[in-house]
Every structure is written in C-alpha cells, then in structure tokens.
C-alpha cells in the first residue's frame, strides 16, 4: 500500500503566532536583531483576526 500526505487544514493565525515567538526568542537568545519583523507579523495577524471576525458577523 502506498504512503499518502495526508492533508491537514493548517490555521495562518496559529502559523503567524508561532513565527511571532520564534522570532522573539531568537531576538532574546541574540541569533537575530530587534528588527520590524515582530511588528510587520502583528500586523498581519490583526488584518487576518479582523477579516476572521468581519467574516462571521455578515
């Protein structure tokens, strides 16, 4: 019998939470610099969360 991916429905707001806190333990452990990349994540995940609640009261 062949292996088969198996799809899984992944949620772009859990992905962007989980790259917000890498990258904030890479900024404290000092392998990265205190750039825009937290803010320019938060941002994101604000646009995603408001059009997530737009979508459900219409």
């Known amino acids: 019998m ?4 198996t799809k899984t429905k992944t ?3 859990r ?3 989980i790259k917000i806190q890498e990258i ?3 900024i ?3 392998r990265e610099k ?3 990349a937290v803010a320019s994540l938060k941002r994101e995940l604000a646009q995603l969360l ?3 609640t737009n979508e ?3």
């Open 15 to 17: 992905e962007l939470k």
């Open 2 to 5: 062949p292996k088969t991916k």
């Open 24 to 26: 904030k333990l890479n």
């Open 50 to 52: 408001t059009k997530k």
């Open 34 to 36: 205190n750039t825009n």
């Open 11 to 13: 949620d772009p707001i």
């Open 56 to 58: 459900k009261t219409i």
């Open 28 to 30: 404290k452990a000092g």
